[in-house]
């Protein structure tokens, strides 16, 4: 209940989700039919680069700030920027949309957000940034429970975007039980769940054992890092794991990841792509 992503926002883990959020969004929206997508933890929404706790701790320079205004990238970072860019009219970087900004952005008539958000706080600034916007459903409930009420979706078609603070020591193992209880009730719906890279043989683990439990039909894993690990523990890398991924993702994925391993080093980076089985 302490974790707040203001201190973190627009750095190089929030791209690599963001990216991935909107290739599935646009792929969704491909069909004429509507969808559902819930994030289980949603944060305020909406971010303000120049308030107290991204100028104390300004990471999105290392992450959007680096991709800000450059031209010729590739088709995917150019979707993704032109997202970030319809809420910074003038063309100058001040705001910064959390996920439930980028999905709430997306949604057609009959499409529906579900944002689920625990901490008072940042649920009252969630209130205020999409309390009235067409199609969201605010929750101030844990986004885990959610996912047992609110799946399958009415719409039948979806999303469900996990992407816990890990503050607790178990949150990865929390998160692979959710998503396995959400598998079971929306099996064939897009899930992405971002990790932090911290530890690679606890997210080998959970990647083996969520293959293992014959709920999914297929997964693609991406691995971005900027840096080597550092003692003190600071995020030098993230993870995400998309089961049932869209069409077209891995082969957007395979473009884009190189581009931002280049932009956003800040020492050894690199990236790794592949399908799971």
């Given at each position: 209940?302490?974790?707040?992503h203001?201190?973190?926002?627009g750095?190089?883990?929030?791209?690599?989700?963001?990216v991935a959020?909107v290739?599935?969004?646009?792929?969704?929206?491909?069909?004429?039919?509507?969808?559902?997508?819930?994030?289980?933890h949603?944060?305020?929404g909406?971010?303000d680069?120049?308030?107290?706790?991204?100028?104390?701790?300004?990471?999105?320079?290392?992450?959007?700030?680096?991709?800000?205004?450059?031209?010729?990238?590739p088709?995917?970072?150019?979707?993704y920027?032109?997202?970030?860019?319809?809420?910074?009219?003038?063309?100058?970087?001040?705001?910064?949309?959390?996920?439930p900004?980028?999905?709430?952005?997306?949604?057609?008539?009959?499409d529906?957000?579900?944002?689920?958000?625990?901490?008072?706080?940042?649920?009252?600034?969630?209130r205020?940034?999409?309390?009235?916007?067409?199609?969201v459903?605010?929750?101030?409930?844990?986004?885990?429970?959610?996912?047992?009420?609110?799946?399958?979706?009415?719409?039948?078609?979806?999303?469900?975007l996990?992407d816990p603070p890990y503050?607790a020591?178990?949150e990865l193992?929390?998160?692979?039980?959710?998503?396995?209880?959400?598998?079971?009730?929306?099996?064939?719906?897009?899930?992405?769940?971002?990790?932090?890279l911290?530890?690679?043989?606890a997210?080998?683990a959970a990647?083996?054992?969520l293959?293992?439990?014959?709920?999914?039909?297929?997964?693609?894993r991406?691995?971005?890092w900027?840096?080597a690990?550092r003692?003190?523990?600071?995020?030098?890398?993230?993870?995400?794991l998309?089961?049932?991924?869209?069409?077209?993702?891995?082969?957007a994925?395979?473009?884009?990841l190189?581009?931002?391993?280049?932009?956003l080093?800040?020492?050894?980076?690199?990236?790794?792509?592949?399908?799971?089985?």
């Open positions: 209940m302490n974790y707040r203001a201190f973190h926002v750095n190089h883990g929030d791209v690599l989700k963001h959020l290739f599935c969004l646009e792929a969704l929206k491909r069909k004429p039919s509507s969808f559902a997508a819930l994030d289980t949603a944060g305020r909406m971010y680069l120049t308030a107290a706790e991204a100028v104390r701790s300004p990471e999105w320079t290392g992450g959007i700030g680096r991709l800000w205004g450059q031209e010729g990238l088709e995917p970072l150019a979707r920027l032109a997202a970030v860019a319809a809420h910074n009219l003038g063309g100058d970087l001040r705001f910064y949309p959390g996920s900004e980028f999905i709430a952005a997306a949604l057609r008539e009959g529906e957000l579900h944002a689920c958000e625990l901490h008072p706080e940042e649920y009252a600034a969630l205020r940034s999409l309390g009235r916007a067409p199609g459903r605010l929750h101030e409930r844990d986004g885990y429970e959610a996912l047992a009420a609110l799946l399958p979706p009415a719409q039948r078609r979806g999303l469900v996990i503050e020591p178990d193992a929390c998160a692979l039980a959710a998503i396995k209880g959400a598998l079971t009730r929306f099996g064939h719906g897009i899930c992405l769940w971002w990790r932090p911290k530890s690679a043989s997210l080998a990647d083996a054992e293959m293992s439990a014959g709920i999914v039909r297929s997964a693609l991406a691995d971005l900027v840096d690990p003692p003190e523990g600071r995020l030098t890398g993230s993870s995400i998309l089961v049932n991924p869209p069409f077209g993702i891995e082969a994925l395979r473009e884009a190189p581009a931002l391993a280049g932009l080093a800040a020492g050894a980076s690199g990236w790794s792509l592949r399908g799971l089985d």
